[in-house]
């Protein structure tokens, strides 16, 4: 079905992006994969009525939503729609390979740390258009601001990033 | 993405306010941040994933044709008990039926969509009237995917929902549920700007952007200090 095929087509074109994404915000790979799930699982649930061209954004939108969720919840000892999903019978597939690379490399430990030392603003920048790889165009939109404002604040964060990282040797 | 060549970047950075030193200096930054984050998910995780989410799918329209036969089953009965289930909220028994007819409706009549969407922010109010916090959060995420998911909403629906979300403000009293709604307010109306400016013609002219971009595939770390992204 046609329908399917356009879904496998986005879902591979954009999974990687949000795995990033989610393990930039949560430092977690195994975390990572369950939210990442479960953002597609959402939007797979409402594929027929999706705009496409708000689909990219709506995929990081949904991806910190459920961070957010995740983390405030997680607080308060209150069940997240993720272990819901878990219930349901849903099985997350992990990539053992690739997290263990991710875990025994120390040097993107250290990078992480430093990103995460920035301001959260910044951050979201530097993640959304440098590591995400998205346009100017495409992070505004999903930070709901302006193109001009994404190119100020990667600037500043670029910037601010260089002295984190030379004051970290 | 082609937005991102080193090229552009230097220009955008040195709009931004750098010098040309520092611009390609930043540019060199970002593209090896960019490299440095270029590791992938193996194809058979993302095969299992997709096996079992259409399955599921498969599964989730047997389950919505039996849905479907209980629902003719009710009508059958009569009327009663579709009309209680519109007044249903989420977390409720007859809920799940009120959502599935609602879904039914607007395949045949789109412009429900705004019905559904002021439905959604009645929920909300409802609930926090109710107090009910564990529901709260689900109603706000189905509000909100509604607002954005919807190409065409009414200014009728936009207003009434307005006018829930704000008497729902009014009655929380946790700081974090607050601050949810007046999101929500603050999405709301922004997207009745958008729908203004549609309306006098100014339609967002926005492509399809899910062209292919420059993901590099070298999962090869430089086993160097990190120190060397600032290296060209």
Do not use: C
């Amino acid at each position: 079905m046609q329908v399917s095929k356009d879904f496998e087509e986005a879902y591979r074109k954009h999974s990687d992006k949000i795995y990033r994404y989610v393990y930039m915000n949560t430092s977690d790979p195994y975390l990572s994969e369950d939210i990442t799930g479960e953002v597609f699982l959402r939007i797979w649930k409402r594929w027929d009525s999706l705009r496409p061209d708000f689909m990219q954004a709506l995929l990081y939108k949904t991806a910190k939503n459920i961070m957010i969720d995740y983390y405030r919840k997680k607080e308060n000892g209150q069940k997240i729609s993720l272990e819901d999903s878990l219930e349901k019978g849903w099985e997350p597939s992990y990539d053992e390979d690739l997290i263990e690379k991710i875990n025994k490399d120390e040097n993107l430990k250290k990078i992480n740390k430093q990103i995460n030392l920035l301001p959260e603003n910044l951050r979201e920048v530097v993640v959304l258009r440098f590591i995400s790889d998205l346009s100017a165009k495409e992070t505004a939109e999903i930070l709901e601001t302006t193109e001009v404002n994404v190119r100020v604040l990667q600037f500043r964060a670029i910037k601010k990033l260089k002295e984190v990282i030379k004051n970290g040797r | 993405m082609e937005d991102n060549n080193l090229e552009n970047l230097i220009k955008e950075f040195k709009d931004a306010g750098a010098t040309e030193g520092e611009a390609e200096e930043f540019a060199y930054l970002s593209k090896n941040l960019s490299n440095f984050y270029s590791f992938r998910r193996s194809t058979d995780v993302k095969d299992r994933f997709l096996r079992l989410l259409l399955k599921r799918k498969t599964v989730n329209f047997s389950r919505m044709a039996f849905i479907s036969a209980m629902f003719s089953f009710l009508l059958f009965l009569g009327f009663s008990s579709t009309v209680f289930a519109q007044d249903s909220l989420p977390g409720e028994i007859l809920y799940p039926l009120k959502r599935f007819s609602e879904s039914l409706t607007a395949k045949v009549n789109p412009s429900f969509k705004s019905v559904i969407l002021q439905r959604r922010s009645e929920e909300v109010n409802k609930l926090t009237s109710q107090n009910q916090s564990e529901h709260i959060d689900e109603a706000i995420n189905d509000y909100e995917e509604e607002l954005n998911e919807n190409e065409k909403i009414s200014k009728e629906a936009i207003d009434e929902s307005k006018k829930n979300l704000e008497e729902a403000g009014k009655k929380v009293n946790d700081s974090e549920l607050k601050d949810s709604i007046e999101k929500m307010l603050e999405d709301t109306e922004k997207r009745e700007e958008d729908l203004d400016e549609d309306v006098k013609g100014n339609s967002s002219t926005k492509k399809d952007e899910n062209s292919d971009h420059n993901d590099n595939e070298n999962s090869q770390q430089d086993e160097d200090d990190v120190e060397n992204l600032l290296e060209h």
